[in-house]
């Protein structure tokens, strides 16, 4: 069975780093990169990150520009986040989701199967 499976959450205080891990088991066929995205308390979902399989083209939402990074470890079946200058809006779980690349995106796709349980970050003081 086909799983994502997310790690690295925890509570950190603001301008705190974490590295978020996802790693697959193996990817469905059509999957073309990976996306992170996030849902805080009461908000709807936000991506926050997308890298494709191959090129490792990578993507950023505009509210972590310039403080999150996502890379990818294809011998490990892994991607990762990387996290800094943590702030209390940041607040959320984070999933990572199998997607579609197209327009220098990375579109999720659809469905619980393509996407792990998610891991909780919280930031605080």
């Known amino acids: 069975q086909v799983r994502l499976l997310e790690s690295g959450g925890g509570s950190v205080q603001p301008g705190g780093s974490l590295r978020l891990s996802c790693v697959a088991s193996e990817y469905h066929p059509g999957t073309a990169c990976i996306t992170w995205y996030r849902q805080g308390p009461g908000q709807e979902p936000e991506q926050v990150a997308g890298i494709d399989n191959v090129a490792g083209r990578t993507h950023y939402g505009d509210a972590v520009k310039g403080r999150f990074l996502v890379s990818r470890d294809n011998a490990k079946n892994t991607v990762y986040l990387w996290m800094s200058a943590l702030e209390p809006e940041d607040t959320a779980i984070y999933f990572c989701?199998?997607?579609?690349w197209g327009a220098g995106l990375c579109f999720p796709r659809a469905g619980e199967d393509y996407r792990g349980q998610g891991t909780q970050v919280t930031i605080s003081s």
């Open positions: 989701n199998e997607g579609h």
